[in-house]
């Protein structure tokens, strides 16, 4: 992520397992102290003597991975992965970056080491059991169409985005800051507010002011009427922090502090018990009853860096912190946690196989499934966080860098749907087994075909919003076609009913639909092929017949071209029939061009009477 978002997600000290001396000394103190800066130039000066070490190298790759400068993290852990001893989380951070930039290959290379080192770790056992997820990530089913949102401002970092169910969008922002935290030589953060309309645009921000400090201020979350607001600040704000080693930089963590609205302001400021000097407790959210808090942390307790815990709330207080366990957290970064009102849990997570960065993934917390990624569009190579949603707007927001900078962007739901389809015989009712059916696009491309089971049913998750059609064929009945009627129901029924094929047999021939085929052209077409087969099936009902094929063709060439065109069109209709089992003794045909018109019409006929003239005859020849 953006620098700035260093110290609001709980990016805390990457420790490195080397021996420290005396010539890092200041510098271990600036990375300590979150000052990756200021530590940055004092391991460069180093990195450039005989005091460069894997130790140095490392602290670089962290410093610049910290403040997501991947190119320059890559830079130095390729360094520092060259030497002995050294740690397992370098390996694994040198894979994010190269991830986030799109190399997983070698990605892979460095996550085949870490394994090594930590077999147990669950980062490691998850990407040993499947080392190449990228293209089954990338092929998944979209979930979300994404968009920029004009509340981004270029080269600002802009986050943690919640709208209201009164339509008002609350985010963190370094807008219109005016102090710099020196730790990243980035402007402070505070909370803004911006009004959305009925047309999804947004108004002017504004900052909160009543809630704004001159440190780190948000991310928030809102109660579901719009009166209670839970958010992040900086410890120094309220004067809570610790000292570094030297006694001279204050040291503060993010809390989570609660607000009451009183009028159009937000007031009543309490900090939360929770919150703590030794670690960072913050990216509340809060659960449709109001009865739940869930935030991020490294406190004590825990199973990784950071991880989603919770805490219920009640009319005497809180309860204790509970850790959401191996489900949602792993032993690396976990954060930006968001309940949904029907308790999906949407979070950010460094610890799971990702496109690269931090990623978003989701879970139901009322079934024992595990953990997705949504998958793109909404996660990328780059950092995507802070994932929330409003259902009564069918909207969510999410930040991602992938543009440069840390910027807002909507994500509005694929709308699905389980169409079930049943297919059934039209003049009896009973049910058609293994009846092909394919759905087509409003672009008439066949999208997957399936057989109907035992019930006479195939069903398809389609979007709701999408033009389908349907095209159902069995032996025996006609085809049918129909449109899949658009709808916002989680499922749909269409029923369908085929018609038996009905071929008419007289003394003298037997009569199909017309065979058409392509101008100038005498291969049999799909159309053609169907028509046939009711002719195959005839012979095959009555294995002593003999039919005898006769093509026409209208008046509109000239004698000779259409006595051979007919006579290809009626030579390609008996070799069909022949590659469908029928023995060739018992199918014979010739063309006759004009010669024999249906209706005898000259160069005068209209153009249905062309149509009709066109025609092939299936005379029985012994029956």
């Known amino acids: 992520m953006n620098k700035i978002i260093t110290i609001v997600c709980v990016f805390l000290v990457s420790q490195t397992n080397f021996a420290q001396d005396k010539n890092t000394a200041k510098a271990d103190v600036l990375f300590e102290t979150y000052q990756y800066v200021g530590a940055i130039e004092e391991y460069l000066k180093l990195a450039d003597t005989k005091n460069a070490t894997s130790y140095v190298y490392a602290k670089l790759?962290?410093?610049?991975?910290?403040?997501?400068?991947?190119?320059?993290?890559?830079?130095?852990?390729?360094?520092?992965?060259?030497?002995?001893?050294?740690?397992?989380?370098?390996?694994?951070?040198?894979?994010?970056?190269?991830?986030?930039?799109?190399?997983?290959?070698?990605?892979?290379?460095?996550?085949?080491?870490?394994?090594?080192?930590?077999?147990?770790?669950?980062?490691?056992?998850?990407?040993?059991?499947?080392?190449?997820?990228?293209?089954?990530?990338?092929?998944?089913?979209?979930?979300?169409?994404?968009?920029?949102?004009?509340?981004?401002?270029?080269?600002?970092?802009?986050?943690?985005?919640?709208?209201?169910?009164?339509?008002?969008?609350?985010?963190?922002?370094?807008?219109?800051?005016?102090?710099?935290?020196?730790?990243?030589?980035?402007?402070?953060?505070?909370?803004?507010?911006?009004?959305?309309?009925?047309?999804?645009?947004?108004?002017?921000?504004?900052?909160?002011?009543?809630?704004?400090?001159?440190y780190h201020d948000g991310p928030v979350a809102i109660s579901s009427d719009g009166k209670t607001m839970f958010f992040a600040r900086d410890g120094l704000s309220e004067g809570s922090y610790q000292k570094d080693k030297t006694g001279t930089l204050k040291v503060g963590q993010q809390g989570i502090y609660k607000a009451t609205k009183v009028g159009d302001k937000w007031s009543n400021i309490e900090a939360l018990p929770i919150n703590s000097v030794s670690y960072s407790v913050t990216h509340p959210s809060l659960s449709e009853d109001g009865r739940t808090l869930y935030f991020a942390s490294d406190m004590p307790g825990g199973i990784g860096q950071t991880d989603i815990w919770k805490i219920s709330i009640s009319d005497n207080g809180y309860g204790k912190p509970e850790n959401l366990g191996s489900k949602v957290n792993t032993a690396g970064k976990e954060n930006f946690p968001f309940i949904t009102a029907d308790e999906v849990l949407y979070f950010g997570s460094m610890g799971r196989q990702g496109f690269g960065g931090l990623d978003v993934y989701k879970i139901d917390l009322k079934t024992n499934e595990d953990a997705v990624n949504i998958g793109k569009p909404v996660n990328s190579e780059k950092d995507d966080f802070s994932f929330s949603f409003n259902k009564k707007a069918n909207i969510g927001f999410?930040?991602?860098?992938?543009?440069?900078?840390?910027?807002?962007?909507?994500?509005?739901?694929?709308?699905?749907?389980?169409?079930?389809?049943?297919?059934?015989?039209?003049?009896?009712?009973?049910?058609?087994?293994?009846?092909?059916?394919?759905?087509?696009?409003?672009?008439?491309?066949?999208?997957?075909?399936?057989?109907?089971?035992?019930?006479?049913?195939?069903?398809?998750?389609?979007?709701?919003?999408?033009?389908?059609?349907?095209?159902?064929?069995?032996?025996?009945?006609?085809?049918?076609?129909?449109?899949?009627?658009k709808s916002n129901e989680k499922e749909t029924t269409t029923k369908v009913q085929l018609a038996p094929e009905e071929v008419i047999i007289t003394e003298k021939e037997v009569i199909l639909k017309s065979i058409y085929f392509d101008f100038d052209k005498s291969n049999i077409t799909a159309q053609g092929a169907k028509e046939l087969d009711k002719l195959v099936n005839v012979l095959k009902k009555y294995p002593e017949m003999v039919i005898f094929v006769k093509s026409h063709t209208d008046s509109k060439g000239k004698d000779d071209y259409n006595l051979t065109l007919s006579e290809q069109r009626a030579q390609a209709t008996v070799q069909y029939v022949i590659s469908k089992g029928i023995e060739k003794e018992r199918i014979s045909g010739k063309g006759f061009g004009a010669t024999e018109p249906k209706i005898n019409c000259g160069k005068k006929c209209t153009d249905e009477q062309h149509a009709q003239n066109r025609r092939s005859e299936f005379l029985i020849v012994k029956k």
């Open 398 to 485: 999410f930040s991602s860098n992938r543009n440069g900078f840390d910027a807002v962007f909507s994500a509005t739901p694929i709308c699905k749907t389980n169409a079930i389809i049943i297919v059934t015989n039209k003049k009896t009712g009973e049910i058609i087994s293994n009846a092909e059916v394919t759905i087509i696009d409003n672009k008439g491309n066949s999208i997957e075909t399936q057989k109907t089971n035992t019930k006479g049913i195939v069903e398809y998750n389609v979007e709701c919003d999408v033009f389908y059609q349907l095209q159902i064929s069995a032996e025996g009945y006609e085809t049918a076609t129909v449109i899949l009627e």
């Open 61 to 214: 790759g962290d410093s610049y991975y910290n403040i997501f400068n991947p190119e320059e993290a890559a830079k130095w852990y390729a360094k520092a992965v060259e030497g002995k001893k050294v740690d397992a989380e370098v390996f694994f951070r040198y894979a994010q970056t190269l991830k986030s930039l799109g190399k997983y290959k070698e990605a892979n290379s460095q996550m085949d080491v870490f394994s090594k080192l930590l077999p147990s770790d669950s980062r490691a056992k998850e990407y040993k059991e499947n080392p190449n997820y990228i293209p089954s990530l990338s092929n998944q089913t979209k979930m979300f169409d994404v968009a920029e949102t004009t509340i981004s401002y270029k080269n600002q970092s802009s986050f943690g985005a919640v709208l209201t169910n009164d339509n008002e969008l609350y985010f963190t922002s370094t807008k219109s800051s005016k102090r710099t935290d020196k730790s990243t030589d980035q402007p402070y953060l505070d909370i803004y507010k911006a009004q959305r309309n009925t047309n999804g645009k947004f108004l002017e921000a504004k900052a909160v002011s009543e809630l704004n400090t001159p």
